[in-house]
């Protein structure tokens, strides 16, 4: 097992590599880079109210100049001529000279790749090009709402469908079984983001009750409750966006695990078990649960990742609550490649790792399970 341990994470700086590489050049051929961003702006046709123009020369931090920021980023249309940006027409060459030098872009692509990578060895990440400030604080600053969104529902979506998923494969067939299936088709086909939007119709003031409150993740007289007021407030705030995540999470992997004990169930083993006299407790959770539950705890890592950095966009949005997943998206929306390509490293490498941690999982859950005897 250590020797496996070792070889998955060799692995991981290349595949990290690999895919931030092929981001890299994906990059290059995408229009609307942060020079064009400003550009428009000073011109008067950027419609983003999200990207603003920074007050710094070409040597400033906001874009980074030949320092962090700028060294670790890329442009969609780097060029060195005012006529090469679209809508450049007009411009002073050396203004467009100046946003490149400013934005790190005079520099060829692969020297602005290999220095890219040789900061985020280090995790330095730079600055942001349109809010001035360094991009590991603002991921700190947005790592509360995604963790509190992810690692929550994530929890929650295990507590109802394992014994949910258990009771359906001990009742397969019965009525239980027919009803809860028919709940959980509908859960499934309702979607997340749509059933927020019912979630606030309902519940926050839309039409009916005002129960809950409609954006952020605390109040603001947070800082003068008590600490039992603050847990209060805190867990007041994520009901509803917590609850849109469940219902679509959950029904998958009720599913799965009811799939998994029903195949279990029906194995010769448990026959065996039965014929020796033990009780149905002691065969379902003395002999099947170890073997049906492999494949749903070791998803556990995986299922966190998707919830806390790709499932829960949407759901910020629509509650107004400013997360990783919304960073990512206004990343990519106003060309703000330190903080794309940031969030794109970091999120690699943290699910690179709980890849790894998911793959252990099968060996705690079940020690009988060794990789290297699998690999000899």
């Known amino acids: 097992m250590l020797n496996y341990i070792l070889r998955r994470l060799l692995l991981i700086p290349v595949t990290l590599f690999g895919i931030m590489l092929l981001n890299f050049v994906i990059i290059q051929f995408a229009p609307g880079g942060p020079v064009e961003q400003v550009i428009a702006q000073l011109q008067g046709t950027d419609v983003s109210s999200t ?9 400033g931090g906001g874009g980074g100049g ?3 920021g700028g060294a670790g980023s890329v442009s969609g249309n780097t060029f060195s001529s005012t006529s090469s940006y679209r809508g450049a027409q007009g411009l002073d060459p050396e203004i467009i000279k100046q946003l490149e030098v400013q934005f790190g872009f005079d520099k060829p692509a692969h020297e602005r790749f290999w220095m890219m990578m040789k900061n985020y060895l280090t995790f330095d990440f730079g600055q942001s090009y349109f809010q001035d400030r360094d991009v590991v604080e603002i991921v700190l600053d947005k790592m509360p709402v995604s963790v509190s969104l992810g690692l929550w529902s994530t ?3 295990y507590i109802i469908s394992v014994p949910l998923g258990v009771a359906k494969a001990v009742r397969d067939g019965s009525n239980f079984d027919i009803w809860t299936s028919a709940a959980i088709i509908v859960g499934y086909a309702i979607p997340g983001f749509l059933f927020a939007v019912m979630l606030i119709v309902v519940f926050a003031g839309g039409t ?19 600490l039992l007021g603050k847990i209060g407030d805190y867990f007041w ?3 509803l966006p917590i609850i849109a995540l469940t219902i679509g999470g ?5 599913m799965l695990t009811k799939n998994s004990f029903l195949d279990e169930i029906n194995k010769q083993y448990v026959v065996t078990a039965r014929a020796k006299g033990l009780t149905e407790k002691r065969v379902l959770y003395g002999h ?3 073997n049906a539950m492999l494949l749903v705890i070791a998803g556990f890592p995986s299922a966190l990742v998707g919830l806390l950095f790709t499932g829960s966009v949407l759901i910020e949005v629509i509650f107004s609550l400013d997360g990783l997943g919304l960073l ?3 990343a990519v929306m106003t060309r703000d490649y330190p903080v794309m390509f940031a969030t794109l490293y970091f999120f690699t490498l943290f699910g690179l790792v709980l890849n790894l941690i998911s793959d252990l999982s099968y060996h705690f859950v079940d020690p009988r399970i060794d990789f290297d005897a699998r690999e000899n």
């Open 51 to 59: 990207a603003r123009i920074t007050n710094q020369g070409p040597d």
């Open 66 to 68: 030949g320092g962090n």
């Open 155 to 157: 929890l929650i979506i």
């Open 208 to 226: 009916y009750l005002d129960w809950f409150p409609l954006r952020g993740l605390t109040s603001s007289n947070f800082d003068e409750l008590s």
């Open 237 to 239: 705030h994520l009901t």
């Open 250 to 254: 959950f029904t998958t992997l009720t």
């Open 288 to 290: 099947v649960f170890r």
């Open 328 to 330: 990512g998206f206004n």
